[in-house]
Nanobody
Framework: QVRLVESGGGSVQEGGSLRLSCAAS????????MGWFRQAPGKEREGVAS???????ITADSVKGRFTISQEYDKNTLYLQMNSLKPEDSGMYYC????????????????????WGQGTQVTVSS
């Protein structure tokens, strides 16, 4: 049983920044792969970024150079730092955890992530 709770979403103007947090509890281990997904209105769910203790990847080309994924292991917390936000970044952002290997997890296929948070809304205004 893994519980994930996102926070940090909100409304910002174009060019602003937000830091999303995902607090993890339960039977989660440092070897797990953690990821951020997002879904905008009218679009399919998209993998944003993923990481393990030793690997880190930004999956969405549109956010490279602007978003950073990180973890504080002693706090069991995953972060997504989002800078230079654009209106097209708007959507519901979800934290998720996978027990699978990095090779599989980093492909960011939804079914490979067994635990999900409830999501946090991000709205970027032009």
């Amino acid at each position: 049983q893994v519980r994930l709770v996102e926070s940090g979403g909100g409304s910002v103007q174009e060019g602003g920044s937000l830091r999303l947090s995902c607090a993890a509890s339960g039977d989660i281990y440092i070897r797990y792969c953690m990821g951020w997904f997002r879904q905008a209105p009218g679009k399919e769910r998209e993998g944003v970024a993923s990481m393990t203790r030793t690997e880190n990847r930004i999956t969405a080309d549109s956010v490279k150079g602007r978003f950073t994924i990180s973890q504080e292991y002693d706090k069991n917390t995953l972060y997504l730092q989002m800078n230079s936000l654009k209106p097209e970044d708007s959507g519901m952002y979800y934290c998720a955890a996978s027990p699978l290997t990095w090779d599989v997890c980093s492909l960011m296929s939804g079914p490979d992530f067994r635990s999900w948070g409830q999501g946090t809304q991000v709205t970027v205004s032009s």
